[in-house]
């Protein structure tokens, strides 16, 4: 079953940066399409950007220019850096498949942005 172990988050304040980092257990893990998702407070959980191979990505309006994903296949790890975060950022953030994600979340990592 696939396990995905997110870390990285905090508190910051607006205009800061922070990279989180996900290690997914997967087999294959090469071969797919990873995405990052957050869940602000009252919310439902949103696709924020995805990665295919280490070139191909995509990435919702409100984060373009500002987040960048990225993967380490050797280390089963992706990454996203959020710069010029603003309190609009402020969610839980997640990593999963980044097309169908899997049933089994991990316990995802918290931002917080205050202004």
């Known amino acids: 079953q696939a396990q995905f172990v997110e870390s990285g988050g905090g508190l910051v304040q607006s205009g800061e940066s922070l990279r989180l980092s996900c290690i997914a257990s997967l087999p294959r893990f090469e071969l797919h399409t990873l995405g990052w998702y957050r869940q602000p407070p009252g919310k439902q959980r949103e696709l924020v950007a995805t990665?295919?191979?280490?070139?191909?990505?995509t990435y919702v309006d409100a984060v373009k220019g500002r987040f960048t994903i990225s993967r380490d296949d050797d280390k089963n790890t992706v990454y996203l850096q959020m710069n010029s975060l603003t309190p609009d950022d402020t969610a839980i953030y997640y990593c999963?498949?980044?097309?169908?994600?899997?049933?089994?979340w991990g316990q995802g990592t918290q931002v917080t942005v205050s202004s």
């Open positions: 999963n498949l980044g097309v169908r994600p899997k049933d089994s």
């Open positions: 990665i295919f191979g280490t070139l191909t990505t």
